[in-house]
């Protein structure tokens, strides 16, 4: 499987993170597309009260997952309680409770719509990979700021 990240991407998400929460509660946030990477990197930005003056980069990664819970089918999603407003809300309080249940099941990663593009998010979750799994990437494109 191909997937495209924003940021460094071995550093795992820990945004909202309290500091004696158990690894599971870690994530790499990825996206399936090239498109759908940038899509949530120039959300991310736009949301900000100050532009950061980072460097951005977007990677390609090789992965392999064993166990990953397919959310992206709407029907599907509904299901869990969520749907395309949960997706694109800056409260990330539903969504949030899905992935956390995701891990907690032991998934190695969630696929979910994307709310910034017609790319589909893949969450992964490192705790939960197999032994034989695979996670590659090469140095990253810079982009234009």
């Not at 795992?12 to 996206?31: F, K």
């Not at 509904?78 to 309080?93: E, F, S, Y």
Request: glycine content about 6%.
């Amino acid at each position: 499987m191909e997937a495209h990240v924003r940021y460094a991407p071995t550093r795992p998400g820990e945004h909202g993170r309290r500091p004696l929460e158990p690894a599971w509660r870690r994530w790499i946030y990825l996206s399936l597309a090239r498109h759908g990477a940038i899509a949530e990197g120039d959300h991310t930005i736009a949301v900000q009260p100050f532009r950061p003056r980072a460097r951005r980069f977007v990677y390609s990664i090789e992965l392999t997952l064993a166990n990953v819970l397919d959310l992206s089918d709407a029907a599907v999603l509904q299901r869990v309680g969520l749907d395309d407003q949960d997706l694109a809300d800056d409260d990330h309080t539903a969504c949030r409770e899905v992935g956390a249940a995701t891990a907690w099941l032991e998934h190695d990663g969630l696929l979910v719509p994307s709310a910034r593009s017609k790319a589909h998010t893949l969450v992964i979750y490192p705790a939960h990979q197999a032994p034989d799994a695979t996670f590659t990437h090469g140095d990253g494109e810079e982009l234009e700021a």
